[in-house]
């Protein structure tokens, strides 16, 4: 398949979130040319891209403004290269037609955060799938007629994907909660001054079956899952049980943006005022820049648009109200970050023989524990597998504190066809 023109933009976006969305929409009233890569179907992101129902009307909005904006949607589009191609940069993706090229001034980061795994006895098992996947399995029609569910793990997405399972006719057997009661009841004081999350969080727990406290310590079945011991640390259950949603919330993707040499600090992009990295021309936006909802990616996705265009003006009233959003919204990501802080006892959880990377099948006992990242990797392959340590690395860190010593190109799979260029 012969390789497609480059694309030329003035802004190009990766990710089409809502942080995304918002800055494509910003920079594009700026009447500045942008192009927005994503992987999916659809722009929306894992949030609002597979919904059966009708979308919140915030994003309801925002996508109507997308179809009838300017801004060329690349989709089905994972940005495997990135790198400076003067006067600006150059990513590389492939697609379903072929190897493509984007050449911007100025690029946006916004690609979104993945949901975090952590290991226990018998979490491989079929019918052991993580929340947020439990949600789009859902979302696509899963039917769980009479079936019984647990929903676990921690975080606020628990509550909607337990609501899900009871909308999908099934047998809800509770949702479990690592963070203890005594943590959430600091939710309080942050859901009076937020009226429209205490509604959601209402409407949503009020007729769950919610048990704070509590964990999944093992899964067990043959061929697939079959029942689940769960703990509050003193008691031990078992429940007969088919299917298991069960996540640790959430990992920014910071693969593009540290192999484009953007400084991070933790799980987060730097970025200054108005969202621009360490990288002059390059701006990050949601949770690249660490957890915290939607309205900071929206706000921040705004911020960063118009900063990639450059029309950002700090003075502006406008601006003033999307820097007062930004604020409160990430105020409220680092208190959500504290009131679900993962418990110490999951680090005991796994057993020697259970396996901390699915990719290349090693299991917890295989690491030695004064090994360092590299040391893990060379030894045992951990890390170096079809995910590229998108699900063990995040593990490794909770379990021993390694933490990626490197990023490398190809950034995502890719056919080798796409990942070397035809000659002319």
Same mark, same amino acid.
């Given at each position: 398949?012969?390789?497609?023109?480059?694309?030329?933009?003035?802004?190009?976006?990766?990710?089409?979130?809502?942080?995304?969305?918002?800055?494509?929409?910003?920079?594009?009233?700026?009447?500045?040319?942008?192009?927005?890569?994503?992987?999916?179907?659809?722009?929306?992101?894992?949030?609002?891209?597979?919904?059966?129902?009708?979308?919140?009307?915030?994003?309801?909005?925002?996508?109507?403004?997308?179809?009838?904006?300017?801004?060329?949607?690349?989709?089905?589009?994972?940005?495997?290269?990135?790198?400076?191609?003067?006067?600006?940069?150059?990513?590389?993706?492939?697609?379903?037609?072929?190897?493509?090229?984007?050449?911007?001034?100025?690029?946006?980061?916004?690609?979104?955060?993945?949901?975090?795994?952590?290991?226990?006895?018998?979490?491989?098992?079929?019918?052991?799938?993580?929340?947020?996947?439990?949600?789009?399995?859902?979302?696509?029609?899963?039917?769980?007629?009479?079936?019984?569910?647990?929903?676990?793990?921690?975080?606020?997405?628990?509550?909607?994907?337990?609501?899900?399972?009871?909308?999908?006719?099934?047998?809800?057997?509770g949702v479990l909660e690592?963070?203890?009661?005594?943590?959430?009841?600091?939710?309080?004081?942050?859901?009076?001054?937020?009226?429209?999350?205490?509604?959601?969080?209402?409407?949503?727990?009020?007729?769950?079956?919610?048990?704070?406290?509590?964990?999944?310590?093992?899964?067990?079945?043959?061929?697939?899952?079959? &029942?689940?011991?769960?703990?509050?640390? /003193? +008691?031990?259950?078992?429940?007969? *049980?088919?299917?298991?949603? =069960? #996540?640790?919330? @959430?990992?920014?993707?910071?693969?593009?943006?540290?192999?484009?040499?953007?400084?991070?600090?933790?799980?987060?992009?730097?970025?200054?005022?108005?969202?621009?990295?360490?990288?002059?021309?390059?701006?990050?936006?949601?949770?690249?820049?660490?957890?915290?909802?939607?309205?900071?990616?929206?706000?921040?996705?705004?911020?960063?648009?118009?900063?990639?265009?450059?029309?950002?003006?700090p003075q502006d009233a406008?601006?003033?109200?999307?820097?007062?959003?930004?604020?409160?919204?990430?105020?409220?990501?680092?208190?959500?970050?504290?009131?679900?802080?993962?418990?110490?006892?999951?680090?005991?959880?796994?057993?020697?023989?259970?396996?901390?990377?699915?990719?290349?099948?090693?299991?917890?006992?295989?690491?030695?524990?004064?090994?360092? &990242?590299?040391?893990?990797?060379?030894? /045992? +392959?951990?890390?170096?597998?079809? *995910?590229?340590?998108?699900? =063990? #690395?995040?593990? @490794?860190?909770?379990?021993?504190?390694?933490?990626?010593?490197?990023?490398?190109?190809?950034?995502?799979?890719?056919?080798?066809?796409?990942?070397?260029?035809?000659?002319?």
């Amino acid at each position: 398949m012969a390789e497609r023109d480059p694309i030329t933009a003035d802004v190009a976006v990766v990710g089409a979130g809502p942080a995304g969305i918002a800055a494509a929409l910003a920079a594009s009233s700026m009447g500045k040319r942008v192009c927005l890569l994503d992987e999916g179907f659809n722009p929306g992101g894992q949030i609002w891209r597979h919904r059966a129902d009708p979308a919140p009307r915030a994003a309801r909005r925002l996508l109507a403004r997308l179809a009838q904006s300017s801004v060329k949607i690349l989709p089905h589009a994972s940005v495997f290269d990135a790198y400076p191609d003067a006067p600006g940069w150059r990513m590389i993706a492939s697609t379903p037609e072929g190897r493509r090229e984007v050449t911007a001034t100025s690029v946006v980061l916004a690609c979104g955060a993945r949901e975090r795994f952590l290991p226990f006895p018998g979490w491989t098992l079929p019918g052991v799938v993580g929340a947020g996947g439990g949600q789009a399995l859902l979302k696509e029609g899963l039917e769980l007629q009479g079936e019984s569910v647990l929903v676990a793990g921690t975080g606020p997405l628990l509550l909607p994907v337990a609501a899900s399972v009871r909308k999908a006719k099934g047998k809800l057997l509770g949702v479990l909660e690592q963070a203890s009661q005594h943590s959430l009841l600091r939710m309080a004081p942050l859901l009076l001054v937020r009226p429209t999350k205490a509604w959601q969080a209402v409407h949503l727990g009020w007729a769950l079956p919610y048990r704070p406290g509590w964990w999944v310590s093992e899964a067990i079945g043959t061929e697939r899952l079959e &029942a689940v011991r769960v703990s509050n640390g /003193t +008691r031990h259950e078992v429940m007969e *049980c088919r299917w298991l949603f =069960c #996540g640790f919330g @959430l990992v920014p993707n910071l693969e593009m943006g540290r192999g484009l040499g953007c400084e991070a600090r933790g799980d987060a992009l730097i970025v200054d005022e108005s969202q621009q990295t360490s990288k002059q021309g390059i701006f990050a936006a949601g949770e690249v820049c660490g957890i915290a909802g939607v309205d900071a990616a929206l706000a921040e996705g705004s911020i960063a648009g118009l900063a990639a265009a450059g029309a950002w003006n700090p003075q502006d009233a406008s601006a003033d109200r999307l820097m007062r959003k930004r604020a409160k919204a990430r105020r409220m990501g680092l208190a959500m970050d504290s009131i679900f802080r993962l418990r110490p006892e999951l680090k005991a959880l796994p057993r020697p023989d259970t396996l901390v990377c699915r990719c290349e099948d090693v299991s917890l006992g295989a690491i030695d524990p004064g090994w360092n &990242a590299r040391e893990t990797k060379l030894c /045992t +392959r951990a890390g170096m597998g079809p *995910c590229q340590g998108r699900v =063990c #690395g995040p593990i @490794l860190a909770h379990q021993f504190g390694h933490l990626s010593d490197s990023v490398r190109i190809p950034l995502k799979a890719a056919p080798l066809n796409h990942l070397i260029p035809e000659e002319p």
